[in-house]
């Protein structure tokens, strides 16, 4: 049973930094690709940044220059540094992890950040 796993949410002040974790446990939890994705009440999951076992990284224009995508294979864990943090970055943080070529890919059980003005 693989499971993904998100933690480092928290409340911040305008301008402040978290660093997100996303890991992946058990059997068949190879690393292929990984997506961040933010979410606020009523609004779809929007797509923060992503990076690939080809190190390609992606990131959303709003967050490029303020948030950085990392991964530490041997911790099978990716980060999300989010620096200069604004209100409006607040949400619910999900991890998306993809095993494989073709993978749906398995999402973690969120983690909120909170950003005040």
């Known amino acids: 049973q693989v499971q993904v796993a998100e933690s480092g949410g928290g409340s911040v002040q305008t301008g402040g930094s978290l660093r997100l974790s996303c890991t992946a446990s058990g059997k068949g939890s190879s690393f292929y690709a990984t997506a961040w994705y933010r979410q606020t009440p009523g609004e779809q999951r929007e797509f923060v940044a992503s990076?690939?076992?080809?190190?390609?990284?992606n990131y959303a224009d709003s967050v490029k220059g303020r948030f950085t995508i990392s991964r530490e294979l041997r911790k099978n864990t990716v980060y999300l540094q989010m620096n200069d943090l604004k209100p409006e970055d607040t949400a619910v943080y999900y991890c998306?992890?993809?095993?494989?070529?073709?993978?749906?890919?398995?999402w973690g059980q969120g983690t909120q950040v909170t950003v005040s003005s």
């Open positions: 990076i690939t076992s080809g190190a390609n990284f």
């Open positions: 998306k992890q993809i095993f494989y070529p073709g993978h749906s890919g398995s």
